[in-house]
């Protein structure tokens, strides 16, 4: 799936203030703002993905076995421990309008929306003691017990038909429904099938991608300073493509980050779902939003330490990324290169 070109008109125009600071030799252009940079597409990354989510056949209306205790790695690759970092597991009814065949297509593109699950709350388990299998009656809606005759309801393929409805199991860290998901598997219901073993394996999500971070236009800010805002209203309001190519819609970026590479945006392109783990040491900020639509610099504080964000500067490479905590996809909806410049 081929998200749209960076290079492409932007809906949202640069402000007037801004001035260009670099556009020759071949340099990747640059865009002074000042303190109070303006989010646009131009200084927005790109990001295209490809889920593959090869589904399980099961037995309909029958009290299913989850089974993730040979989890090693998730679909990012990332050492996993079945054990220590399956915190929750989550049964998720997507539908009406998502069958198997949207599924994947939607999380390419990030656009699953809480219209698209059917049960909510989820039903779901927490884990505890090593425990690395559950049985579906065994799973709660918020701690509260599920009677049969509703798990059944739930999973009886000529209610929630497969050409309108489709089934998912994800593994998660931490406590909060929805979030953190580390391995997806779907699955499908058939009432002929004997087999009521759903196993996620390492293979159970397949995710490919690719990111363009040397198209976009630099974000040019004031150096060695936390007084810095970036505001994405005007994005929002203009219905705005984010870096994966759905509309940039309010409320949905709940997190952001600043981190601080020794790698070049060329060499963090093939590096891109490692970008937390690569940073230069002590220099990877985050922060919670106060604000749907404004960061405050200020708020970041290193991951690690908690140090305060101490601006940036002319070495190795700045990003600044907006993260959506309850998307599916872990990609950030806006991702820019942050540069010293003077207006």
């Not at 918020?142 to 209610?159: E, H, K, L, W």
């Not at 922060?287 to 708020?299: I, P």
Request: aromatic fraction near 10%; charge should be negative; charged fraction near 10%.
């Amino acid at each position: 799936m081929k998200i749209r070109s960076v290079l492409s008109a932007a809906v949202v125009s640069l402000p007037l203030l801004a001035a260009a600071c670099s556009s020759s030799g071949g340099a990747q252009p640059m865009m002074c703002y000042g303190a109070n940079p303006v989010a646009s597409e131009v200084n927005d990354y790109t990001f295209m993905s490809t889920f593959a989510l090869p589904p399980v056949t099961v037995k309909s209306m029958a009290n299913l076995t989850f089974d993730w205790g040979s989890l090693t790695m998730d679909f990012l690759k990332h050492p996993l421990s079945a054990t220590a970092d399956v915190n929750t597991v989550t049964v998720l009814i997507f539908g009406p309008g998502v069958p198997l065949s949207s599924l994947a297509p939607k999380l390419n593109s990030d656009s699953l929306s809480a219209t698209d699950v059917y049960a909510s709350p989820p039903p779901s388990i927490m884990p505890s003691g090593g425990q690395t299998t559950a049985m579906l009656y065994d799973f709660t809606l918020n701690g509260t017990a599920i009677p049969m005759a509703m798990f059944n309801s739930y999973f009886d393929p000529t209610v929630l038909t497969p050409d309108k409805y489709s089934f998912m199991v994800a593994a998660a860290s931490g406590t909060t429904i929805g979030q953190g998901f580390r391995m997806l598997q779907t699955f499908q219901l058939d009432a002929s099938s004997s087999n009521t073993m759903i196993k996620l394996t390492n293979d159970s999500t397949q995710l490919s991608y690719s990111a363009n971070l040397h198209s976009l236009t630099i974000t040019g800010v004031p150096g060695g300073t936390a007084a810095l805002t970036l505001d994405w209203s005007a994005m929002v309001a203009a219905g705005a493509k984010n870096g994966l190519g759905a509309t940039f819609k309010d409320g949905y970026v709940t997190n952001a980050i600043v981190g601080h590479y020794t790698e070049t945006p060329a060499e963090l392109e093939a590096k891109f779902l490692d970008l937390n783990l690569i940073a230069k040491p002590g220099e990877y900020y985050t922060a919670a939003l106060t604000s749907s639509t404004m960061l405050d610099f200020s708020t970041l504080k290193d991951m690690s330490s908690g140090a305060p964000f101490p601006g940036i500067d002319s070495t190795g490479t700045w990003l600044l990324g907006l993260i959506c905590g309850n998307c599916r996809n872990p990609a950030p909806w806006y991702m820019t290169i942050l540069k010293p410049c003077m207006m």
